[in-house]
């Protein structure tokens, strides 16, 4: 849905090959997206030696395995979010990505949302110690109306390489995964590190609500939302308290490729500011920035990734781990002392 067009308008990159187990997918795919190459095989487009770099965007177990395969056969490697689905099998790709000089991007595209940069730069620039940050990340009952309205229409074929079994069979795990990884990110992008969490979940309804305290390593107070799915329209949003002004943010549903809505408050001049972004495809910024990190480090220049790496990924896989496991014990969980899977 996304990451093909990023490729296909991004202004340093080009679409070497496509891959898909499905031949029907790939060979579609590969057409309208004017793909070079068109593979079934993944071991075959990883030897094909003009593929500088791989997107993966399959079923989040698939991910590390895939990644580690693209790093042994010296690919870069873009890689949906989240990470992986354990605590050990991140870990071990970070140790691959480390004794590599192979750059690992994580597929946290809000960090490409001009709203959301301009945010960053005022926490990072401007703002002075940050009190609080409070993020809320709620779907919407209306969601795939809203969505199929927009969206191309989705493609598969029988030859789909998934995992077996409903990916939606547990639903905690699924929505902490494909929904929480957004937020921990988002958190962790603007607030900074995260040492602990103490959550609390409540079912009603046919509805999930993870509310979760948030020790951020710089003292920060912080609380995240995550609720499935909220009577209303998509909410997603965040609030900082800092030292010299504070940041409103409505974000929009990813898939209208609007920039978020952030009202920046600075207290020396009394004003709020808000960046239009009129630029909102976040999909093909993310991929132009992974391509530029690749390019920098090619040409001798290395420049700073700005999208999320191996250490935000890994991070992130933690803070979901200690965010099930808090709300199921009822305890605060240090993200330093999880294992398992979420
Ligand atoms: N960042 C975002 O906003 C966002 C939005 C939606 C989905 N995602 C992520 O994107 C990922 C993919 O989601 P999806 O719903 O498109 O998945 P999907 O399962 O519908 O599609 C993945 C495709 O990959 C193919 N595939 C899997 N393993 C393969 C292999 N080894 N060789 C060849 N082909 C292979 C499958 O045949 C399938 O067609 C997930 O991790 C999801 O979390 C991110």
Known sequence: MAHLEAVQKGRNVMLAAVCDRDEGLADRFGRQYDAERIHTDYDAMLADGSVDAVIIATADTFHVPAARRALAAGKHVFCEKPLGVTVEEVEELRADVQSSDLVLQVGHMMR????????????????????????????????????????????????????????????????????????????????????????????????????VDVDFDSGALGHLDLTLQVRMDWHEGLQIYGQHGSV?????????????????????????????????????????????????????????????????????????????RSADSGKPVDLADVSGPV
Not at 181 to 209: F, K, N, T, W
Not at 287 to 314: H, L, W, Y
Request: hydrophobic share 40%; glycine share 8%.
């Open 248 to 324: 409103l943010a409505k974000i929009h549903n990813p898939w209208y490729y609007k920039s978020s809505e952030v009202d920046i408050f600075r207290e020396a001049t009394g004003s709020y500011s808000r960046v239009l972004g009129a630029d909102g495809h976040f999909y093909r910024r993310q991929i132009e920035a992974f391509a530029d990190v690749i390019r920098s480090e090619q040409a001798g220049t290395p420049t700073t990734m700005n999208g999320a790496s191996i250490d935000d990924g890994v991070a992130s896989v933690r803070a979901l781990v200690a965010i099930r």
């Open 112 to 211: 490409f949302d001009p709203g959301i940069q301009s945010a960053h730069a005022f926490v990072t620039d401007e703002m002075g110690e940050m009190l609080a940050l409070k993020a809320w990340y709620c779907d919407s009952t209306y969601r795939y109306i809203m969505t199929d309205a927009v969206q191309p229409v989705t493609r598969t074929g029988p030859d789909a390489l998934r995992p077996p079994g409903d990916r939606k069979a547990d639903l905690h795990r699924y929505n902490l995964l494909a929904h929480g990884s957004h937020l921990v990110d988002l958190a962790r992008y603007l607030g900074g590190p995260i040492r602990s969490v103490q959550a609390r979940l409540l079912e009603r309804h046919g509805a999930m609500c993870w509310f």
